[in-house]
């Protein structure tokens, strides 16, 4: 520019003109001088700023997502060919009719007006409802609260009652880490970020207690036992092992002696209110209608005690014999449980909640959340990276699972419901909740399966090693087969090819553990039960419209389509480890894996043809001669 600074624009704005000819004296003599020509912005000016530059960040995301949406489009569009059918939308993407796309956006309305309002009433000045007024200046010990469902349990509590006075977690010391370190770590995870955000000062108020539930007293010092007796007023006893093969003595240990220690240790609080103990569903598998009662437990709380203490060796060999009808160490144990809880606990404000097979999180604090990988998990997962290729299943049965998040929230009220309906002295049953899909909300494997197969296509992993295709059955015999020509086979000729090039054999020694993994599920894919809930609904109608908002566990009310669509989601990102940004890369990795297990498929069946005419031949040949 050749404007002379004596004709600049500066020198004729008020704001400016005194400050701009002092600057222009000190160039004329060849001066340096620092000076702030407009002088300090405003505070309107300043906010007016900010909201300009989060209008501009507004819309450069919602460019961004524009340029991806398009992105991706272009993609699919350009993998759209005969040999690659997972993109071809005649077969696995579904259009939607303006009547589905209403029904589909009117739900993802009320889902985000649902979690709007949760915001209002867990934020700010709103008013507290009945339950957060309950849980308000209460101090809570919780045992499990590293595991998948105590985590959860953990974050509710942090996030959506912020009033609590403290949450005392029994934590144990492992891999050299003592419990403060363990404890921080946790409450740095990414399930943690929105408690954060909504109570930042609530990480103040865990406080973890060194303690085992396999030791006497739970390995707690009289210290802390002191404090807690002093001051807990809610127990929420989460803890226990779920490897459902876990040797018996580590079982019993955990998951009976543990509760009975906790018990004992709740008849010391003096100021206690509520005890919930969390069983299973599937602790009285004997029967084929669970009710919400106590049955007959395989064994007495001191038999078993006197059995854990035998050699492990001798355990294993009459094992079969001890669990009998009982399935495996976990449901027995926790069957054993729940009688240590009905004897100790009498007259005590204790009830038990009894969930099925706790899957990923529905809606809290964010969809599709998950680090366990047991049960229907490991299933999905050994599908969706084409390790799995058969299972023994009935598709036809109910497989009765419910969300982690809606476990939680049921838990948490059924604390509440306790000490509500608790009377002094009490002698009567103690309240217990089977907190299942089945009896209001029933999904079959085969709709289950169906879904998650349906989701995720869309969304395959870049870790896949081959192809989706998964071939069930309910015939064990045929099992054996296809698991000998699908897994078997396969696993023996890579472990060849890899001893010709020097490497390790891997594939028989992994797939061997799949199995493992996979018997574990056999029990519960094959067979079906009807429980009763009569105590689920009857607590749900007792809450109030806020905290329906704020706890829900309305099981009716769930959407196995919508709960799908995000599990195999949360697995891909949480389980699998594999971030969104290889999505691109993984569909075309996808498509070539269709390709070659296309190419297999065909070039197995002229084999199996050749060689059925080579068998046939001589007969033929008998015939038409």
Same mark, same amino acid.
Request: aromatic share 10%; glycine share 6%.
């Given at each position: 520019?050749?404007?002379?600074?004596?004709?600049?624009?500066?020198?004729?704005?008020?704001?400016?003109?005194?400050?701009?000819?002092?600057?222009?004296?000190?160039?004329?003599?060849?001066?340096?001088?620092?000076?702030?020509?407009?002088?300090?912005?405003?505070?309107?000016?300043?906010?007016?700023?900010?909201?300009?530059?989060?209008?501009?960040?507004?819309?450069?995301?919602?460019?961004?997502?524009?340029?991806?949406?398009?992105?991706?489009?272009?993609?699919?569009?350009?993998?759209?060919?005969?040999?690659?059918?997972?993109?071809?939308?005649?077969?696995?993407?579904?259009?939607?009719?303006?009547?589905?796309?209403?029904?589909?956006?009117?739900?993802?309305?009320?889902?985000?007006?649902?979690?709007?309002?949760?915001?209002?009433?867990?934020?700010?000045?709103?008013?507290?409802?009945?339950?957060?007024?309950?849980?308000?200046?209460?101090?809570?010990?919780?045992?499990?609260?590293?595991?998948?469902?105590?985590? +959860?349990?953990?974050?509710?509590?942090?996030?959506?009652?912020?009033? +609590?006075?403290?949450?005392?977690?029994?934590?144990?010391?492992?891999?050299?880490?003592?419990?403060?370190?363990?404890?921080?770590?946790?409450?740095?995870?990414?399930?943690?970020?929105?408690?954060?955000?909504?109570?930042?000062?609530?990480?103040?108020?865990?406080?973890?207690?060194?303690?085992?539930?396999?030791?006497?007293?739970?390995?707690?010092?009289?210290?802390?036992?002191?404090?807690?007796?002093?001051?807990?007023?809610?127990?929420?006893?989460?803890?226990?092992? +779920?490897?459902?093969?876990?040797?018996?003595?580590?079982?019993?240990?955990?998951?009976?002696?543990?509760?009975?220690?906790?018990?004992?240790?709740?008849?010391?609080?003096?100021?206690?209110?509520?005890?919930?103990?969390?069983?299973?569903?599937?602790?009285?598998?004997?029967?084929?209608?669970?009710?919400?009662?106590?049955?007959?437990?395989?064994?007495?709380?001191?038999?078993?005690?006197? +059995?854990?203490?035998?050699?492990?060796?001798?355990?294993?060999?009459?094992?079969?014999?001890?669990?009998?009808?009982?399935?495996?160490?976990?449901?027995?144990?926790?069957?054993?449980?729940?009688?240590?809880?009905?004897?100790?606990?009498?007259?005590?404000?204790?009830?038990?909640?009894?969930?099925?097979?706790?899957?990923?999180?529905?809606?809290?604090?964010?969809?599709?959340?998950?680090?366990?990988?047991?049960?229907?998990?490991?299933?999905?997962?050994?599908?969706?990276?084409?390790?799995?290729?058969?299972?023994?299943?009935?598709?036809?049965?109910?497989?009765?699972?419910?969300?982690?998040?809606?476990?939680?929230?049921?838990?948490?009220?059924?604390?509440?419901?306790?000490?509500?309906?608790?009377?002094?002295?009490?002698?009567?049953?103690?309240?217990?909740?089977?907190?299942?899909?089945?009896?209001?909300?029933?999904?079959?494997?085969?709709?289950?399966?169906?879904?998650?197969?349906?989701?995720?296509?869309?969304?395959?992993?870049?870790?896949?090693?081959?192809?989706?295709?998964?071939?069930?059955?309910?015939?064990?015999?045929?099992?054996?087969?296809?698991?000998?020509?699908?897994?078997?086979?396969?696993?023996?000729?890579?472990?060849?090819?890899?001893?010709?090039?020097?490497?390790?054999?891997?594939?028989?020694?992994?797939?061997?553990?799949?199995?493992?993994?996979?018997?574990?599920?056999?029990?519960?894919?094959?067979?079906?039960?009807?429980?009763?809930?009569?105590?689920?609904?009857?607590?749900?109608?007792?809450?109030?419209?806020?905290?329906?908002?704020?706890?829900?566990?309305?099981?009716?009310?769930?959407?196995?389509?919508?709960?799908?669509?995000?599990?195999?989601?949360?697995?891909?990102?949480?389980?699998?480890?594999?971030?969104?940004?290889?999505?691109?890369?993984?569909?075309?990795?996808?498509?070539?894996?269709?390709?070659?297990?296309?190419?297999?498929?065909?070039?197995?069946?002229?084999?199996?043809?050749?060689?059925?005419?080579?068998?046939?031949?001589?007969?033929?040949?008998?015939?038409?001669?």
């Amino acid at each position: 520019m050749n404007q002379s600074l004596i004709e600049s624009p500066l020198l004729n704005t008020d704001l400016t003109k005194s400050k701009m000819e002092r600057w222009v004296e000190a160039q004329a003599k060849g001066e340096k001088i620092d000076i702030n020509v407009y002088g300090k912005a405003s505070e309107k000016q300043l906010k007016e700023l900010e909201n300009v530059r989060n209008l501009n960040k507004e819309l450069q995301d919602q460019l961004r997502d524009l340029e991806n949406t398009v992105r991706i489009a272009a993609i699919e569009n350009e993998a759209m060919n005969p040999a690659a059918e997972i993109l071809d939308s005649s077969e696995d993407h579904e259009f939607m009719s303006a009547n589905q796309l209403d029904d589909l956006y009117a739900e993802e309305d009320v889902a985000e007006a649902k979690e709007e309002e949760k915001r209002r009433l867990t934020k700010g000045n709103a008013s507290k409802t009945v339950i957060q007024q309950f849980y308000k200046d209460q101090c809570v010990l919780v045992t499990g609260g590293t595991g998948f469902l105590g985590k +959860v349990l953990l974050e509710k509590l942090l996030r959506s009652c912020g009033d +609590v006075d403290t949450i005392y977690v029994l934590i144990r010391s492992k891999k050299g880490k003592d419990p403060r370190v363990r404890l921080h770590e946790m409450l740095d995870d990414l399930l943690f970020f929105r408690a954060h955000e909504e109570n930042p000062k609530g990480i103040h108020k865990v406080i973890p207690i060194d303690g085992d539930m396999a030791l006497p007293g739970l390995g707690i010092s009289e210290e802390d036992r002191k404090t807690i007796t002093s001051k807990i007023t809610i127990i929420i006893n989460a803890a226990a092992t +779920v490897k459902f093969d876990e040797k018996l003595s580590i079982s019993t240990a955990i998951n009976v002696k543990g509760t009975k220690e906790v018990i004992k240790l709740a008849k010391e609080c003096r100021n206690l209110k509520a005890i919930t103990h969390v069983s299973t569903a599937f602790s009285n598998t004997h029967v084929d209608y669970i009710e919400e009662k106590f049955y007959e437990p395989p064994m007495s709380v001191e038999a078993l005690k006197a +059995v854990s203490e035998l050699d492990d060796d001798l355990i294993d060999a009459i094992l079969p014999t001890v669990l009998g009808n009982r399935p495996n160490t976990y449901c027995f144990t926790k069957a054993i449980a729940e009688e240590a809880v009905r004897k100790d606990g009498e007259g005590m404000p204790i009830c038990i909640v009894r969930p099925s097979i706790v899957l990923s999180t529905y809606e809290e604090p964010f969809r599709g959340w998950t680090d366990s990988i047991y049960g229907p998990t490991g299933l999905i997962i050994g599908t969706g990276t084409g390790v799995l290729r058969t299972m023994y299943i009935d598709m036809n049965k109910v497989a009765d699972m419910v969300p982690v998040d809606l476990t939680v929230n049921a838990i948490l009220a059924s604390a509440w419901y306790t000490a509500k309906n608790f009377k002094e002295n009490q002698t009567s049953d103690i309240p217990i909740y089977n907190f299942v899909s089945g009896a209001q909300n029933p999904c079959t494997w085969g709709t289950f399966v169906e879904l998650n197969r349906k989701y995720g296509l869309d969304i395959p992993t870049i870790k896949a090693v081959w192809y989706y295709g998964l071939t069930a059955t309910n015939n064990y015999y045929m099992f054996l087969f296809y698991n000998f020509f699908l897994h078997y086979i396969p696993a023996l000729l890579i472990d060849a090819y890899n001893v010709l090039r020097g490497r390790q054999r891997v594939m028989l020694k992994f797939y061997s553990k799949i199995m493992k993994m996979t018997k574990i599920l056999f029990y519960f894919s094959t067979q079906q039960w009807k429980f009763n809930d009569e105590g689920v609904k009857n607590m749900w109608n007792a809450l109030s419209e806020e905290d329906k908002v704020v706890f829900p566990f309305s099981i009716g009310e769930m959407s196995w389509d919508r709960l799908c669509e995000k599990f195999l989601l949360g697995l891909r990102v949480y389980i699998v480890k594999d971030d969104l940004s290889t999505l691109p890369e993984a569909r075309k990795r996808w498509n070539r894996l269709f390709v070659f297990h296309q190419m297999l498929k065909f070039g197995t069946f002229l084999i199996l043809v050749t060689f059925t005419y080579l068998l046939l031949k001589p007969i033929i040949s008998v015939f038409f001669s």
